[in-house]
């Protein structure tokens, strides 16, 4: 099947600092591509759409200046962490789609110090 | 907005019983319904998935059966292993219109050997 990748796996960071994490459809174009947050024990939830060539749709309660996206081509997409807290530390976990299956990269665990 | 109620949160069964887990959605636009399962630190796995013009499908131990009327879909293994262990999400996504994907809390399942 569809293969989608992250990177790094595994960030830890100074708070102030920003942080950006990749992701990558390695087999396929995703003109869309979304990302989400994991805290532990809890569910996925929904950050932001990202779409190529056009800004990121964000959801509800999601700070677009402080989590920001870019989808510059057809198979990657990054998410800035900008001056990262310590209750930014969590699971993110990006996805894309391949004709009608979602396909979910291994995620990147960040650590804000 | 659009949500995705599971239960129960947390399910122990004894091994070679059968396990149910149940989940409502509001969006009555939602026509692909996921299952996936994900071990403590790992993404996501897709097990299963039912599109809206199916009211049942099976694929060995996993059967998933959805009531559009009702707006609520099941999960079923039968048969339970200790490897069954893990946390599952059910999700309700469009697959028109960007494919976003609301996921449900999710239900820890224990079995037990």
């Known amino acids: 099947g569809a293969v989608v990748s992250q990177h790094p796996s595994r960030v830890i960071c100074k708070s102030g600092t920003s942080v950006k994490i990749e992701c990558r459809s390695l087999d396929f174009q995703a003109t869309t591509m979304f990302w989400y947050r994991q805290f532990p024990k809890q569910s996925l939830m929904l950050m932001a759409t990202s779409n190529e060539g056009s800004k990121a749709t964000y959801e509800q309660g999601v700070e677009k200046d402080k989590f920001l996206i870019n989808h510059a081509s057809l198979t990657l997409s990054t998410l800035t962490v900008t001056s990262a807290h310590p209750e930014d530390s969590s699971f993110y976990i990006c996805?894309?789609?391949?004709?009608?299956?979602?396909?979910f990269g291994p995620g990147t665990r960040l650590t804000v110090l | 907005g659009e949500n995705v109620e599971q239960h129960p949160s947390t399910l122990s069964v004894q091994e070679g019983d059968s396990a149910v887990i149940k989940c409502t959605y509001s969006?009555?636009?939602?026509?692909?319904f996921p299952w996936y399962k994900q071990e403590l630190g790992k993404r996501p796995q897709l097990i299963i998935d039912?599109?809206?013009?199916?009211g049942e499908k099976k694929d060995q131990r996993i059967a998933v059966t959805l009531n559009k009327t009702a707006k609520h879909f099941s999960l079923h293994i039968t048969e339970t292993q200790p490897e069954d262990s893990a946390v599952y999400f059910c999700?309700?996504?469009?697959?028109?219109?960007?494919?976003?994907?609301?996921f449900g809390a999710g239900t820890r399942l224990f079995v037990k050997a």
């Open positions: 969006d009555s636009a939602s026509n692909y």
């Open positions: 999700a309700a996504s469009k697959l028109t219109g960007g494919f976003k994907t609301i």
């Open positions: 039912i599109r809206s013009n199916v």
């Open positions: 996805s894309a789609t391949s004709g009608d299956t979602q396909y």
